[in-house]
């Protein structure tokens, strides 16, 4: 799947952010946990990928099923002001 380059830039966005699961990432460009993990490789510096890896391996809140909180509940209260994603806020 070829992606655009802002399309690219959002998705590592969302993937550093400890709450966005990849499942919402998957949801809005059809992108898989291991295709996320494979474009993070491919676009980071390797110091940087392992520095993601660790911070995300076992990380509940990047996993919907693993979630002890209902969706929503932590929204940022700036998030309105993200423009780029797919889907539209309400």
């Known amino acids: 799947m070829k992606l655009s380059t802002r399309a690219t830039d959002r998705i590592i966005e969302m993937a550093w952010e ?23 490789r491919i676009e980071m510096k390797p110091s940087s990928f392992r ?15 693993l979630r002890s909180f209902e969706k929503g509940r932590f929204k940022c209260s700036r998030q309105k002001q993200i423009t780029h994603n797919s889907i539209s806020k309400r």
Do not use: S
């Open 18 to 40: 400890d709450r966005t699961t990849f499942e919402a990432i998957e949801f809005q460009f059809g992108l898989n946990e291991q295709e996320v993990i494979t474009l993070m």
């Open 51 to 65: 520095m993601w890896r660790k911070r995300v391996q076992g990380r509940k809140t990047k996993h919907e099923k």
